[in-house]
């Protein structure tokens, strides 16, 4: 699976839209992107994913540019609860094993 | 969402007991359970992932004579962790997938069991 980078730390204020950032420069045609977060003492929470076309769902919203290199997790209204570790994970989509590889993650703070 | 289960949420042991982990699927069957190991401000590694009647496969350095892993039924996996030391003390998290309800790679994660060895 592709290596992603995320920036460590964010802070977002409440109300505002959270972008997230994730960068999979070598990722490939049958790799999906997925995202998780982990609030502080908790199991990951799954997030959203997709593949080529940007998705959208009631947690957030997904937007891959073109040539696929990165993507862009987007929150519309961050609230406090929102504050967690976001992890950009790429997938292999094809037949065989499907392990989450979890990288560092970025820690996005909500500011009241 | 589906729903993971995990028992205990928290568990103090003393050097050198055994400790069991539950992972449970409450709705939904999981063919395939994954184990992780969390440490403070650290991210979630991998130990292992449990397949319904198989073996588990054990990632690079885990060692499996330590940490048993028992998957005997659609929704049930247990980790146990055995002759336990403070090295040990961790976040313990499972989680499963059910690849005929949603995307491969979605998976339901529990909500970890707090391990300290004293």
């Known amino acids: 699976d592709a290596k992603t980078t995320q920036p460590p730390s964010m802070d977002c204020a409440e109300g505002r839209a959270a972008n997230l950032p994730c960068n999979h420069s070598?990722?490939?045609?049958?790799?999906?992107v997925y995202w998780y977060r982990q609030i502080h003492s908790q199991g990951p929470q799954y997030i959203i994913h997709g593949l080529k076309n940007n998705e959208t769902n009631e947690m957030a919203s997904l937007i891959i540019t073109e040539d696929r290199k990165s993507s862009t997790l987007i929150l519309p209204h961050a609230t406090l609860r929102d504050t967690a570790v976001y992890y950009c994970i790429a997938l292999y989509s094809g037949a065989g094993s499907y392990q989450l590889t979890f990288g560092k993650g970025t820690k996005l703070s909500v500011i009241p | 969402g589906a729903v993971v289960s995990q028992h205990p949420s928290r568990v103090i042991c003393k050097s050198g007991t055994s400790v069991k982990i539950e992972c449970r699927s409450l709705?939904?069957?999981?063919?395939?359970m994954f184990w992780y190991r969390q440490f403070p401000k650290q991210s979630l590694m991998l130990m292992a992932t449990?397949?319904?009647?198989?073996?588990?496969?054990?990632e690079q350095g885990v060692e499996k004579d330590k940490f048993l892993i028992n998957h005997a039924s659609l929704t049930l996996s247990t980790l146990t962790v055995t002759s336990a030391h403070p090295e040990d003390s961790s976040f313990y998290i499972c989680?499963?997938?059910?690849?005929?309800?949603?995307?491969?790679?979605?998976?339901?994660f529990g909500p970890g069991t707090r391990l300290t060895v004293l």
């Open positions: 070598t990722i490939s045609g049958n790799e999906y």
């Open positions: 709705d939904f069957q999981a063919t395939t």
């Open positions: 989680s499963a997938s059910d690849p005929t309800r949603s995307g491969k790679g979605e998976q339901f």
């Open positions: 449990s397949n319904e009647g198989s073996k588990a496969t054990y």
